[in-house]
């Protein structure tokens, strides 16, 4: 299994070129999902005591399997939040894999950490965070948020001095916030006032200031973090991040903003100013594998003030302690809830290193300039009705008529036919249909055919 021999020369040449036969294909085929009893049925036995070899492994894979996953770079998967990563990303993504760096540590992968960081930069530069801000690609928005809530919680015990060391935590987010925060509150056992947003999901600043007076005085002792949203998932709107600094301000407490989707609007000059704020972040977070053109897995994490997060997520064991104490290194293993790390920020680095952020910038207006321009196009048919203007990629809009079953058999042809992947979501209690357009190669053509489908 360990030597390079004939036949390992044959399955890499194999390998390699399915790849980059993947990457050529524009577009790629949508495929389908399959059910268990299709995929035990068609693929057999995978894994068995002498192995299939890799050239059939390849096969069922290439036959059965990859059919059976929908791809998420295909211009008209356009449900959830897409994925579209630039080809240098993907292929670079092969050569990380085959270079076995583990990326915890600069001891170990300094080279790796180096350019992990210099992509980092770039994103704290875009938000308007200080030299010293630093941080770690984790594995998604969720790793992202529990990470920063954990050093968050940290820095307000330390501050307690000790007062609050068996104090259960609370933290005040909005309605819009992503399930992800309420699933970190779970996980750290903290409680969260959701604020009650206004008609198109912001963070409302009048309700939050009447949800932080209508804290008592002990509750309000429990507040350790104000949680702001730039890019809501369901409708890709942006908090009032200025009200929601203020207001952790006022409370003396950590001010976090989730980006996992729409922090890469930050990038876009059309947009920008709707960001204001960001830049008085504790922590914030943005995904590459979401509207950053980077391969799965990869969330951005910056801390204003990495020592904290590293006092927060530093482990020690004997066998680490030779990674500490030497000179101002990075060890991106302290700067999150992991320890072992695959550095996946590096795909993301080499597309950036490639094309420049320039290319970056264009990118995103671009995909900003097909969702309002199919904003438009829905606005001016006479079948649907567009819910509210867009202000990133996300736009939400009704089939005049139709009820949750009609959206859904609508959906469900739609892939089948391998046309589109746009499954309906929910807007004020009524079944809706969403787009979310982060892929360049998506035209107004693709939304136009969309349109012209639910007439
Ligand atoms: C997608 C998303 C998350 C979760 O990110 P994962 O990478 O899927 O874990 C968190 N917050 C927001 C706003 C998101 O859009």
Redesign the pocket.
Known sequence: MHQHDTSTEVLTQAVVRYAVDRVRLDPPPLDGPRTLTELRAMAGRTVTPQGLGGLEALRVFGDVLAPACISVDHPRFLSF?PAAPTEASVLFDLVVGACSIYGGSWLEGGGAVFAENEALRFIADAAGLPAEAGGVFV???????LSALIAARWRWRQRAGGRHDRTRGLIISSKG??S??AQACRAMDTDEVQVTADAEGRLHPEHLRAAVAALSAEDRDRVFAVVA?C???NAGVIDDLTAAADVAAELGVWFHV?????GAGLLAPSVRSRYDGIERADSF?V?P??WLFAPF?S?ALLYRDPEVARRAHTQHAEYLDVLHGGEAEWNPSDYAHHLSRRARGLPFWFSLATHGTDAYRDAVETTLAVAKGGARLIADAPHLELIMEPELSVVLFRRVGWTGQDYQAWSDRMLAEGQAFVVPTAWAGEPVLRYCVVNPRTTLDDIRLIVDSLA
Do not use: L, M, Q, R
């Open positions: 939040v594995s998604g928005g969720t790793a992202g948020n916030a992503h992800s925060i949203t890019g809501t998932t989730d980006g996992a989707y729409g977070i995904d594998h979401k897995d969330c």
